[in-house]
């Protein structure tokens, strides 16, 4: 039984040397807290012993017990066992994150190579890399390479909006076929700029009908709701033939 116990034992000290415990191996460290041990940087766990990593040049040791043991430097990629420089284009800088490059201002990517913003009249450069490199000043639009004049009608203003309409008419006034026409507001009402119905509200205590607001007859038991241009019947009674009775 003995020697049953102590070749168990002798049989389990490799496992343990591989979690880092027992006898502290060359190239190894003590660790701070818990116990057991850690391979040096730049040296990885075989069995019961620290092996250093093989780190190809322009990389660095990881210190982790997975994966290589190592990654490239910044502004080197990983190929096969081989650390290779990330082609960087003329009128180009590396990014921040080492991983990929970006055209200089004025320059946009095709391809592998960064080629100069052709900008046309009544435009300037923008910042969005990834289509043509330039925008519109105020009162143009884009059409094919070009920046033309946004034609605003009488009464109408630009609306500087990336997306949607580019003009838009001024209060007291809507769009009707590329004009901007005056609202005919009648009596008791006032200009509503809703972007839906006559660009008019009735005032509180009127309806509209047509194009009107007529006063709105208030049956007993009743009171104008929360848009002040309806009406409901009070609590506790219920409408019956437009008027409002007691409910029973």
Not at 37 to 60: F, T
């Amino acid at each position: 039984m003995l020697a049953t116990v102590g070749l168990i034992a002798f049989l389990a000290l490799p496992v343990l040397a591989q979690d880092g415990t027992g006898v502290v191996p060359e190239n190894a460290e003590a660790r701070s807290y818990g116990g057991g041990w850690d391979c040096a940087l730049g040296y990885r766990v075989s069995g019961a012993a620290c092996l250093a990593v093989d780190v190809p040049e322009n990389a660095h040791a990881t210190g982790q017990s997975y994966g290589a043991g190592w990654a490239c430097n910044r502004g080197y990629e990983e190929a096969g066992a081989a650390c290779k420089a990330i082609p960087v284009p003329e009128h180009a800088f590396l990014r921040s994150s080492g991983y990929d490059w970006q055209c200089d201002r004025g320059f946009r990517p095709d391809r592998e190579s960064c080629v100069p913003i052709v900008l046309p009249e009544n435009a300037y450069l923008s910042e969005d890399s990834s289509g043509s490199g330039w925008a519109c000043e105020r009162g143009f639009t884009p059409s094919a390479e070009a920046c033309v004049p946004i034609v605003v009608p009488e009464n109408g203003y630009l609306t500087n909006a990336d997306y949607g309409p580019k003009w838009a008419c001024e209060r007291g006034f809507f769009e009707a076929d590329g004009r901007c026409d005056p609202v005919a507001l009648p009596a008791h009402a006032y200009l509503d700029q809703e972007s839906y119905g006559p660009g008019w509200r009735c005032e509180r205590g009127f309806q509209a009908v047509n194009d009107s607001c007529i006063p709105i007859d208030l049956p007993a038991n009743a009171h104008l709701d929360r848009s002040g241009n309806r009406w409901r019947c009070d609590p506790s009674f219920q409408l019956a033939d437009g008027e409002c009775l007691l409910e029973r």
